[in-house]
């Protein structure tokens, strides 16, 4: 077995987490927000030492003869695993990005019968080591005990309710000795100590148990990435606007004004004949920059069917169909249909082989939905835009069977109807907002994109001046900002452009999850 790095040690000191407000006290940036599986078990007992084999444990024979046991995982908030490096002899860490042998454990519910929220429990390692909390708690967490004694026991606590608990509750393990909570520090990515007084966003982990809950697929981790971050940090985003032989040029020019990239990466499709002839070096671009860690999007500037397939912008991009052609776009097989769905088509191979390489895709097309200057935008009711939108969501993923896509739906702030253009939930997975109209990121805005997602993540589309720290501290939910190629330093000091890609609640590509 091929020996996995271990994470970089150094613990820092515990910070707090609301878990009604869902808001973080964390005044630290994280070393990488990542994906960890706790595995822990615990167990309420007394003594400040670790019983010797013989000493006498009132209850525990009892109970360990009834222990019915589970293979399962635990991630952390970020999202990273616990891991028993090398299966076990060495210190519980939470840097995993997926879940595997080392991520894997046994655990054996002292209570016996279904698991229950306050049941004591112990975790054992694939080499057969029991997790460890050293002293009974208040320090490092082992996976090296040769027995399962008092160190080793830990109490389940729900953290979503009371009573069972099944395969993606969120729980916390408390030492059973002295009664701290086991905590990834930084949420997740390095060190787990048993240390925490309460539990708060570090001691939060997800349980699954084995096979039956754990993210596989490239989209759905990327997916619940992003739905873990919703309330308490940002993703910091660039597009790259053509042209697309040179598809990380703002990508790159942030990295120079910050020293941080861009966590995550946006291309197009385009429609002038010369980026259509350079769509592979954006895909190319696309692929690299998700093995680098960040999260790809894509849009689809496309030009209207009643034209050639590469158009200019003024009377292209921006054009109007006639209500007469609208209809017939939308009217299965007729010839403005077949001209749409092929123009799709020419898509698909770019798509495919995002998909084929493992790639998943932030895709919004048809954006700003309500914007009537777009040939496809403006148009309310269900015959409208929203109509165009879900036809293409269709086509792609029923008939040409491309489901590496995340959907994003996305509006202006120009008008407060959002919901003639919602397409419905069934068809997107992020509901964005566009900011251009100049009086900024206001509450309003942030309301109204609330109550059109629910409990859905909400994204800064576009942007031409960028949120502020505080501005995003005030309106947690969105999960990620873009700002536009060239208009960021435009619109933005050099200062400014620094201070909300270092800001402690904003997300660059270094502290994203390794997505291989």
Not at 101 to 130: H, P, Y
Request: hydrophobic share 35%; charged share 20%; aromatic share 12%.
């Amino acid at each position: 077995m091929a020996v996995r790095p271990s994470a970089t040690r150094g613990p820092r000191a515990f910070q707090g987490f609301d878990p009604v407000n869902m808001g973080f006290d964390m005044t630290f940036r994280r070393n990488r927000p990542v994906l960890a599986t706790l595995l822990v078990s615990f167990l309420a007992g007394c003594g400040a030492e670790e019983p010797s084999s013989g000493a006498p444990q009132v209850g525990h024979e009892e109970t360990a003869l009834a222990a019915s046991l589970l293979t399962v995982n635990l991630q952390t908030w970020s999202g990273h695993y616990l891991v028993a490096d090398k299966g076990g002899g060495a210190a519980l860490q939470a840097y995993s990005t997926w879940a595997k042998e080392w991520e894997t454990f046994t655990l054996s519910d002292l209570n016996g019968g279904t698991l229950q929220s306050g049941d004591l429990v112990t975790l054992r390692g694939v080499n057969g080591q029991w997790v460890s909390a050293d002293k009974g708690g208040g320090g490092a967490v082992y996976v090296n005990a040769p027995h399962e004694l008092g160190w080793e026991q830990f109490r389940v606590v729900k953290l979503n309710g009371t009573g069972t608990v099944a395969s993606g509750d969120k729980i916390a393990l408390q030492t059973s000795i002295g009664g701290q909570y086991v905590s990834a520090i930084n949420a997740g990515g390095g060190d787990v100590l048993a240390n925490a007084p309460a539990a708060k966003e570090w001691e939060t982990l997800t349980f699954f148990i084995a096979g039956t809950g754990t993210p596989t697929t490239p989209k759905q981790r990327v997916l619940n990435y992003i739905q873990s971050i919703s309330g308490s940090k940002t993703i910091a985003g660039q597009h790259n606007r053509e042209p697309n032989w040179d598809p990380a040029k703002w990508t790159n020019t942030i990295h120079g004004t910050t020293g941080r990239w861009p966590g995550l990466w946006s291309g197009d499709f385009l429609y002038q004949q010369e980026n259509i002839d350079s769509r592979w070096t954006m895909i190319n671009e696309a692929k690299n920059q998700f093995n680098a860690g960040a999260i790809v999007q894509l849009m689809w500037h496309s030009c209207p069917p009643t034209q050639g397939e590469a158009c200019g912008w003024d009377g292209g991009v921006k054009s109007r169909l006639s209500d007469s052609q609208w209809n017939e776009l939308l009217t299965d097989g007729s010839n403005l249909n077949k001209i749409w769905k092929t123009r799709v088509d020419r898509l698909v191979p770019f798509l495919q082989d995002l998909k084929n390489n493992g790639v998943p895709v932030l895709f919004r097309p048809y954006h700003e939905m309500n914007q009537g200057v777009f040939w496809w935008g403006g148009r309310t009711g269900p015959q409208g835009t929203r109509r165009l939108y879900q036809m293409l969501h269709d086509y792609l993923t029923k008939t040409k069977g491309i489901d590496n896509l995340i959907w994003v739906w996305d509006v202006q702030d120009l008008s407060w109807n959002f919901n003639d253009y919602n397409p419905g939930d069934a068809y997107w997975d992020i509901a964005a907002l566009d900011f251009y109209n100049g009086d900024g990121f206001t509450k309003a805005k942030y309301d109204a994109m609330l109550a059109v997602a629910g409990n859905k993540p909400i994204a800064i589309g576009e942007c031409d001046r960028l949120p502020t720290s505080a501005e995003l501290s005030s309106q947690p939910r969105w999960v990620f900002f873009m700002g536009w190629s060239e208009l960021v330093y435009e619109k933005n000091s050099t200062t400014a452009i620094q201070n909300v890609y270092w800001a402690g609640n904003v997300l660059t590509r270094e502290e994203l999850p390794a997505w291989r």
